[in-house]
C-alpha cells in the first residue's frame, strides 16, 4: 500500500495567519491527490483535486501544489470556520489511503 | 443537489455481520460515477474499504476483501455495505462518498458509527 504521511499532526495558528500542510507518498501518485477538510459531526468536504485544482464552491483561499510525491495544502487568511482537521489522500493506487490529518487550531 | 445519508444498526455483536445503506438523494446511483465506503475507528485515521458501480463492479481493499461486500439497488436509488465476521476493531465511524469520474470523492456523507460489542 502507499504510505501517506503529513506533517505537521497539529498546527496551531492565529485568525488572519497563512498555514501549510505537507503529504507525502511513500512512492510517485503523478497528481492523483486530493486534500478535504473534516470538521466533528459534519461530512468531509472534498477541497482540492488532482494536487491543485479547487472543488467548485471552495474559496480560493485554499490551494494545492506538488506532484510525484511531495503535495502541499496552503490556506492563507485564516478564518475561524478553517479550523478543522485537513487530510491527504492518493487515489493513484488501489487500495486507496489517506494521511493521518492534520489538526489547525486557534493559537 | 445530491446528498449521501447513511444507516444502520449503531450496535453489533462481535462474530456478527455489519449492514449498512447509503441513500443517495437529489441525483441517481446510475450516473456516471463510482460510489465509495471508508471507514474511521475512534480517534485513527481513514480506511478505505472498497467501492462499486452501478453496473455491480467493485474494487475492494484487499485487507477486507475476505469479509466485504458491497452491493447497490438501483430501483432504491442506494448502496449497500455488508461486513462479516466482525470485532472491536471494525468499531468506527462509516462514510459513503460519491466518487467523481476522475476519480477523487467529491461529495460525502455525515457517516454512521457502528460499535461492535456484546
Not at chain 1, 495567519?17 to 503529504?23: A, E, K, L
Not at chain 2, 480517534?43 to 458491497?70: A, D
Request: net charge positive; aromatic share 10%.
Amino acid at each position: 500500500d502507499i504510505q501517506m504521511t503529513q506533517s505537521p499532526s497539529s498546527l496551531s495558528a492565529s485568525v488572519g495567519d497563512r498555514v501549510t500542510i505537507t503529504c507525502r507518498a511513500s512512492q510517485g501518485i503523478s497528481n492523483y491527490l486530493a486534500w478535504f477538510q473534516q470538521k466533528p459531526g459534519k461530512a468531509p468536504k472534498s477541497l482540492i483535486y488532482a494536487a491543485s485544482r479547487l472543488q467548485s464552491g471552495v474559496p480560493s483561499k485554499f490551494s494545492g501544489s506538488g506532484s510525484g510525491t511531495d503535495f502541499t495544502l496552503t490556506i492563507s487568511s485564516l478564518q475561524p470556520e478553517d479550523f478543522a482537521t485537513y487530510y491527504c489522500q492518493q487515489y493513484n493506487t488501489y487500495p486507496y489511503t489517506f494521511g493521518q490529518g492534520t489538526k489547525l487550531e486557534i493559537k | 443537489q445530491v446528498q449521501l445519508q447513511e444507516s444502520g444498526p449503531g450496535l453489533v455483536t462481535p462474530s456478527g455481520t455489519l449492514s449498512l445503506t447509503c441513500a443517495v438523494s437529489g441525483g441517481s446511483i446510475s450516473s456516471s460515477n463510482w460510489w465509495t465506503w471508508v471507514r474511521q475507528p475512534p480517534g485513527k485515521g481513514l480506511e478505505w474499504i472498497g467501492e462499486i458501480y452501478h453496473s455491480g463492479s467493485t474494487n475492494y481493499n484487499p485487507s477486507l476483501k475476505s469479509r466485504v461486500n458491497i452491493s447497490v439497488d438501483k430501483s432504491k436509488n442506494q448502496l449497500s455495505l455488508k461486513l462479516s465476521s466482525v470485532t472491536a476493531a471494525d468499531t468506527a465511524l462509516y462514510y459513503c462518498a460519491r466518487v467523481d469520474t476522475v476519480r477523487y470523492f467529491d461529495l460525502w456523507g455525515r457517516g454512521t458509527l457502528v460499535t461492535v460489542s456484546s
